[in-house]
């Protein structure tokens, strides 16, 4: 029986601790399309790539990963030259991997209420709920965090029982307004300006995101778990987007 498509970006990003070359087969090198600017296309096969990598003992967990359609998106720890949580995101095509999204930041914490930036539940449930969840999550982003609407909080995320794994804040809905109302000199410090993407399996939705993280231009990863319908928890990654004067390929973060 063939693997799932999440279950073989499992065995390709532990590839990149291991430097087994079976797992890179899930990519087609030939079509596949990279948007971490950092990285530049073409100069070196995933196999290999992942082989060198792999004699600088870096480590590499898979916390949490996911399906929707074509896409599968997932939350990982990693401890290469420093230690640092990332969300990737993979597109298929034809049954192979053929394009790449991520976002990683410095792993930090524990946070105020003392959660770790990839702890808490990892498997997806309530599956026939996915396309509500969907919908109440880019409703959340559009309506309270990009329009800034707060006083409709409380209709979309769940005002008793909240956890928060950004390692800057804590639990609890209050807590969440006292950062996206946080102001310096008149704008928002936590600004965000357009949904990219919204990617959904069961009660975890990843929403990809662009904005500006207190004046920097940014991308925002959250992945948010819905229970009843509200948002009952959340996890993310904000990184910095590099200059296009800095980009190694032309595909842009999104």
């Known amino acids: 029986m063939a693997l799932a498509k999440k279950d073989q970006i499992r065995a390709l990003l532990k590839s990149i601790e291991t430097g087994d070359p079976g797992p890179v087969a899930v990519v087609n090198e030939a079509k596949y399309i990279q948007h971490n600017p950092q990285t530049q296309e ?7 790539l992942f ?17 929707d359609g074509d896409f599968v998106f997932g939350h990982t720890e990693y401890d290469f030259a420093s230690r640092k949580i990332g969300f990737e995101v993979f597109r298929f ?8 999204w991520d976002n990683i930041q410095a792993r930090l914490g524990p946070n105020q209420s003392g959660r770790i930036m990839v702890d808490g539940p990892t498997e997806a449930s309530d599956l026939e709920l996915t396309e509500s969840n969907r919908a109440l999550v ?3 982003i559009e309506i309270v ?32 307004r006292s950062a996206l109302e946080a102001k310096d000199e008149g704008r928002r410090l936590i600004d965000y300006h357009r949904l990219h993407r919204i990617l959904a399996e069961g009660n975890f939705v990843l929403c990809v995101s662009e904005g500006n993280n207190d004046g920097v231009h940014s991308a925002f990863y959250d ?21 296009r004067s800095e980009w190694k390929n032309e595909n842009g973060k999104f």
């Open 93 to 100: 095509e034809d049954g192979q991997a053929v394009e790449h």
């Open 145 to 176: 965090v990009i329009d800034g609407q707060l006083d409709q909080l409380q209709n979309f995320v769940d005002e008793d029982s909240y956890f928060e794994h950004n390692p800057q804040l804590g639990d609890g809905i209050e807590t969440l």
């Open 223 to 243: 992945l948010f778990r819905v229970a009843k319908g509200k948002v009952v928890e959340h996890w993310d990654t904000t990184e910095k987007i590099a200059p």
């Open 138 to 140: 880019q409703q959340f």
């Open 42 to 48: 073409g100069s070196e096969g995933l196999a290999a």
């Open 51 to 67: 082989k060198r990598i792999s004699l600088t003992s870096p480590r590499v967990n898979i916390v949490r990963a996911f399906e």
